[in-house]
């Protein structure tokens, strides 16, 4: 599961990359893609960060062992508090966005980056599962 929500992950990665990059029109606007909370210069590489320490766990996973394969039962609380209040938080600014842009919604306007934040969010929350499911 880690490494479908990695692998969701990065196709928004690459797709922002290759309207930013590519010019490519098939694919929505870069005003669609992310909130300009920070600009995509310093946005791409911390998604790039996020993306190499997706990887490096699913691989980690897949050999069996490395740092966080091995169950962690307070890391694994933490994390799923993490995932829930992170979740809550998007779907709050999810809720609120839709109340303010009407005619956003559904999955209109500023919605990817929220649902993406849900990728993320499911992430924690499975990591955070196996380890506190792990050793419960």
Known sequence: MLSLL???FFVRVAGQALVAFAGVTVLPPMSE????LLPYPVL???????LGAQVKLSR???RG?????TPK??????LVVVAVLYVAAMIVRYV???AWYPERRWLGT???PIVFHWVLAAYLLVLGRHHARRCA
């Open 6 to 8: 990695a692998f969701l």
């Open 33 to 36: 893609w992310y909130s300009g």
């Open 44 to 50: 791409l590489p911390v998604q790039l960060t996020i």
């Open 60 to 62: 980690d996973f897949a």
């Open 65 to 69: 062992r490395g740092r966080l394969v």
């Open 73 to 78: 039962p307070r890391l694994g609380r933490a």
């Open 96 to 98: 609120l966005t839709m």
């Open 110 to 112: 500023g919605t990817i």
